[in-house]
């Protein structure tokens, strides 16, 4: 499929399935929702397929990506699975963990979602629409978040819409995501590491693991993700700002009011849900934005990283 114009809107039904399903297997590009963000999506098995795919962000390089299957037995095909990636994989999916594990010998992936390396990135995702267009296409998918690449992740149909429409197939519309940060992502090891912050805290992740992350180096970037410039709004971003200056305008979290807030009551799970949707509305109003402080605990770590990354994209 190389003509994209118009982008196809598809619902959440039986047509709309059978629809993504369809485009998946002609080497198309469908978004569609996880618990996390919306994800674009593209059989992992069709380098052309996976090309489109960052052809569509404009990325500037091969990441390796995401592969998204609907359960552990299917993930098995492309990664080995040690005993401390079974133990994550039982404790944590489906849901928002992505596990780095070696490829199989007969994985079948496209050379381009692991990037030529060695080992592969696999989640099954915690969302019933997500399930069912995993398992309507019969294909493991290769999904980063659908957004032009550098830009906030998209949480609603109307964000994928915005940043892509014209450039992708498809948007599976699912509503609004419930997580709206991306996927921890683990490397199980031994030894356990931690290659990005997400949406599963890190503490509840060793504390099933009963041992510590070995401390990652920030000078060996082993997860491109954890390149400092990206999730960028188009508008300069301050962190840590209680009284914002008047031209701002003020995200807030819990007593720390603001124009918008991420959490009046301060709760860390709303905060996460909230976010890049709260930065899109305040983004759209071409105003500098200041951030209230949030506290570095449980999914707070995840929530301040993706600020951090806001805030350097801009500083250059
Ligand atoms: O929640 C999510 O994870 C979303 C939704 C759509 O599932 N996806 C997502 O994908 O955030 P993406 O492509 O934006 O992030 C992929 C991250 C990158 O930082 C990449 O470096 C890392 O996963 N990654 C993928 N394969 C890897 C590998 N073999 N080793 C280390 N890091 C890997
Ligand atoms: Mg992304």
Not at 162 to 183: F, K, N, R, W, Y
Not at 279 to 305: E, F, T, Y
Request: glycine residues 10%; charged residues 15%; aromatic residues 4%.
């Amino acid at each position: 499929m190389t003509k994209r114009n118009p982008t196809e809107h598809l619902a959440e039904d039986d047509a709309g399935l059978r629809r993504a399903a369809e485009i998946v297997a002609a080497g198309g590009l469908v978004a569609f929702p996880t618990e996390t963000v919306y994800g674009l999506g593209a059989d992992a098995r069709n380098g052309e397929a996976v090309a489109a795919i960052y052809a569509a962000k404009g990325r500037p390089r091969f990441n390796p990506l995401i592969v998204h299957v609907p359960d552990l037995a299917t993930a098995r095909r492309y990664g080995q699975f040690g005993p401390a990636a079974l133990q994550l994989a039982a404790a944590f999916w489906p849901g928002p963990l992505s596990l780095v594990v070696p490829l199989t010998p007969d994985h079948g992936l496209s050379e381009l979602v692991t990037a030529g390396l060695a080992t592969v990135a696999l989640r099954v995702p915690a969302h019933p629409l997500a399930e069912a267009h995993l398992r309507q296409s019969a294909a493991p998918l290769a999904a980063p978040s659908a957004n032009p690449s550098g830009r906030l992740s998209p949480t609603t149909a109307q964000h994928v819409l915005h940043g892509l429409d014209g450039q992708i197939d498809a948007v599976l519309d699912g509503g609004p995501c419930a997580v709206g940060l991306e996927s921890t992502i683990v490397a199980p090891g031994p030894p356990l590491q931690l290659l990005r912050a997400g949406g599963v805290a890190a503490d509840q992740i060793a504390a099933e693991m009963g041992a510590p992350f070995v401390p990652h180096d920030p000078g060996k970037i082993t997860s491109p993700g954890q390149l400092a410039a990206h999730y960028a709004p188009d508008s300069p971003i301050r962190l840590e700002v209680v009284r914002p200056a008047a031209n701002e305008v003020h995200l807030g979290f819990g007593p720390v009011g603001g124009d918008l807030n991420l959490s009046e009551a301060g709760d860390l799970t709303e905060a996460a849900a909230n976010l890049f949707g709260h930065l899109h509305k305040l983004d759209r109003l071409a105003r500098p934005i200041a951030v209230a402080p949030v506290p570095l605990v449980g999914l707070g770590v995840a929530i301040n990283d993706r600020l951090a990354r806001a805030a350097a994209a801009k500083a250059g």
